[in-house]
């Protein structure tokens, strides 16, 4: 029952609280809010089932919708969205995890099996290397067969830097719609994501057997560890995002197969959102210091400061997902009697 007062109490609150700006709330007026938000849900009910006071009612309404706003709506705003998935950014790739170890599998198992291949039968890889790669089918032909062509590809020369903003562009676009591709077809069961990281793996192995011919290949490790760290983090995450999808459709579970997915669009949408800073990087990495006169000293430096940075990362992490949250049961408790949102009456 409302008492005498409640609703007058309960205006002043919303107006004071909605007319405030930061985070001052205390723990007293959310308490009391959400008491007097209980009460007032309570009072609507009986007024919509009596429904001999319009105004009144309307009156009621409104109060409990600024009040739900106020205690169970985020605030809106690009600021607020950002430092909400930067919260959640940690516990979505702790939760993922079993994804991510199957995508790095993946990409893994086809490095091995294609570098296999490529090292006992040229013919492999012709067929998994795209020419592409190796700028022309001729060029393509002498690196396999000549060690002073592997040596000369990786000559160094300078390059404009318009040309180097050019060639980074493309290289973010391409590899962005790659690692789309692979969250996208998450849809069909995960499949198709699958066969796309085996096929990654398989053709960047069979790519890389063509240098690993050479007693030391530390100038083929130079030329693709710099951008490949983050590249390869990148479609993996983005990988792991089309698992996380896959496995809702694949097995809904007891849940059923339309609240599954709605449940696992929200972190696979966060970590293919995770993945484009990465992308970008490896872009800026392969255009700038790819295609740069940096000795190889200094470009497996830049390589072993992203490992170190993905490894404080995890381990970063690992440490977020594990602190204790805090305790707001007590509020759930005090609005789960009139848990439903208002109506629009």
């Known amino acids: 029952m409302l008492g005498e007062g409640d609703t007058s109490r309960f205006e002043t609150l919303l107006d004071r609280r909605e007319r405030a700006r930061g985070p001052d709330w ?35 309404n409104a109060l409990c919708v600024r009040a739900h706003a106020l205690l169970h709506v985020e605030p809106g705003g690009a600021r607020s969205w950002w430092a909400a998935a930067r919260a959640k950014l940690p516990h979505v790739v702790a939760r993922t995890w079993r994804a991510q170890v199957v995508a790095w599998t993946l990409l893994l198992a086809g490095m091995l099996v294609g570098t296999t291949l490529g090292l006992r039968d040229e013919a492999a890889i012709h067929a998994l290397v795209p020419m592409s790669m190796c700028y022309g089918p001729e060029q393509f032909d002498r690196l396999m067969s000549s060690g002073e062509a592997r040596a000369a590809f990786f000559e160094r020369s300078a390059t404009p830097v318009v040309a180097n903003v050019a060639f980074g562009s493309q290289l973010f676009a391409h590899n962005t719609r790659v690692g789309l591709l692979a969250f996208a077809t998450g849809m069909l069961a995960g499949v198709p994501t699958v066969l796309l990281m085996l096929y990654n793996g398989l053709m960047l192995g069979a790519f890389s057997a063509i240098f690993l011919r050479d007693a030391w290949p530390i100038a083929y490790l130079a030329w693709i560890l710099p951008h490949g760290i983050p590249e390869l983090t990148a479609i993996a995450t983005c990988t792991a995002a089309g698992l996380v999808v896959g496995a809702a459709i694949a097995m809904p579970g007891r849940v059923g197969l339309r609240r599954a997915v709605r449940e696992a669009i ?40 992203y490992a170190g940075l993905l490894g404080w990362a995890l381990w970063s992490v690992r440490r977020s997902a594990r602190r204790a949250q805090p305790d707001t049961s007590w509020i759930d408790a005090l609005i789960r009697p009139a848990s439903a949102a208002p109506g629009t009456d």
């Open 26 to 60: 205390t723990l007293a007026e959310v308490r009391e809010l959400a008491t007097l938000y209980r009460r007032h849900l309570a009072a609507l009910a009986r007024a919509q089932e009596a429904g001999d006071d319009r105004a009144a009612l309307r009156h009621l």
């Open 266 to 305: 929200a972190p696979a949408g966060l970590l293919f959102a995770a993945s484009l800073p990465l992308f970008a990087l490896a872009a800026l990495t392969e255009s700038f210091v790819r295609e740069s006169l940096l000795p190889t000293g200094v470009r497996l430096a830049i390589a072993a400061a």
